[in-house]
């Protein structure tokens, strides 16, 4: 079955506005977290163990271990959410501020890597996206 060129642009601007649309969505609630650790998240220090033995200790893209106790004592050990990075290294053993959600420790921002630009970026490159799918189907 061959399509037509208004058939395809069709098909085409489908695909790019349900991407446009996921992307936009993931953004919004990258940043709704973000904003809701702020207020309702425990502020607490957390020490970074780094375990990885494949990955050498400060570059980019390595996700070290963090270890923080909650107000009840409990002990938590949980992936940092924020990848280490040369401009700002986890290194082993070094202190961060964590935020944690009282009700799921596991849930957590790293204070002052929070990546909104990512989640700002997944939004706006969305919006883009299902503007463009919205063009491309008036036009076809």
Do not use: H, N
């Not at 061959?2 to 990258?30: E, H, K, P, Q, S």
């Not at 290194?91 to 700002?120: F, H, I, K, N, T």
Request: with cysteine; glycine share 12%; hydrophobic share 50%.
């Amino acid at each position: 079955m061959i399509m037509d060129g208004g058939a395809a642009a069709m098909v085409v601007a489908v695909f790019l506005g349900f991407g446009g649309l996921m992307a936009y969505l993931t953004g919004l609630v990258g940043l709704r977290e973000i904003r809701r650790l702020r207020r309702v998240g425990t502020p607490v220090l957390g020490l970074v163990r780094c375990i990885t033995r494949d990955v050498k200790e400060g570059t980019a893209g390595s996700r070290p271990l963090l270890q923080f106790s909650t107000e009840a004592g409990r002990i938590v050990e949980v992936f940092s959410p924020v990848p280490s990075s040369r401009a700002l290294p986890l290194a082993d053993g070094r202190q961060v501020r964590l935020r944690y959600d009282p009700l799921d420790p596991r849930r957590l921002l790293v204070e002052g890597r929070e990546r909104q630009w990512l989640e700002r970026l997944f939004v706006g490159s969305g919006a883009a996206a299902m503007l463009g799918a919205v063009v491309l189907a008036v036009l076809a």
